[in-house]
């Protein structure tokens, strides 16, 4: 089962629009793409606690096993995924530029390596068209220290329309699990 795990703000519950430094409500949710069920929940005030903290917290005090987190690049950190490989789980996480470093790399070596697999697809929802190509690589090259359970990276173009705009982005992912390009 993968369980996606992610953080919404809730603007309308802010307590002073006139606060430069604003408190709202956030809702850390745990949704199972088998059962397509919310599992688990957690608010949480941002000035009190963070979100990164709030799914740190939810992971270690987690009685799944042998499931797949996949978490946005804010959870891109050692410490998460330490927890996640701890809690007897995997995880495929987003890279975006906040770990520079890691993200350079996997750019560079998504260009110099070949990918053990490779799957295209295209889907219309939500008023776009958008064809994906999904590629997976092995590992071995990336040996970052901060990210030792690294079995895979993932490298996602994706092109396509929003109503009359062309659009294309390219992500990267890393994986404790090895992984192939159809997910």
Known sequence: DWIAIDGKSLKNTLTDYEEKSQNMLNVVSWFSQETKLIIKVEIQENKKKSEIAVVLSMIENCDLSNKVFTLDALHCNKEITKTIIESKNDYLITVKRNQIKLHNRLKELAQITKP????????????RDVIRKTSVFDSQEVRHKNYPHIKSFIKVERMGFRGDKEYSQTLYYISSKKLTAEI
């Open 116 to 127: 053990l697999t490779v799957y295209d697809s295209r889907d219309k929802s939500h008023g």
